[in-house]
């Protein structure tokens, strides 16, 4: 059931849009959380903050996580020559670098109601 949400291959209605935007943002905050505290325990951060407070390696994963999905999305559904795809990309990762990894996933996940 979970890889048919996060099938980014596939064309989804605004339901399944809505699903896909909360399933990503549940592995996001779990792989975050863990990288975290791994690079933490490590010693390679020090003071990281929380997911949803924005600390600043969070930030960063969440805008690495947001690029690599929307690239996964645009090549897979061979929408890289589409402008509009493109532009929706750029907003999604500078909405989660500038604001929220919470608001920049939007219009990722908006991408992925469009037809080809």
Known sequence: MIGK????????????????????LTLLVGISTTLV????MVGVVDSTGTFFGGGEIHTLIGTVFTLLVSGL???SRNLTS??????????????????????????IALLTTLKK
Do not use: R
């Open 5 to 24: 949400i996060l099938d980014v291959g596939s064309h989804k209605t605004l339901t399944g849009g809505l699903w896909f935007y909360i399933v990503t």
């Open 37 to 40: 505290h791994f690079l933490g």
């Open 73 to 75: 999305i645009l090549t």
């Open 82 to 107: 589409d402008i509009f795809s493109v532009l929706l990309v750029a907003v999604g990762v500078y909405f989660t670098y500038t604001t929220s990894v919470m608001i920049g996933l939007i219009p």
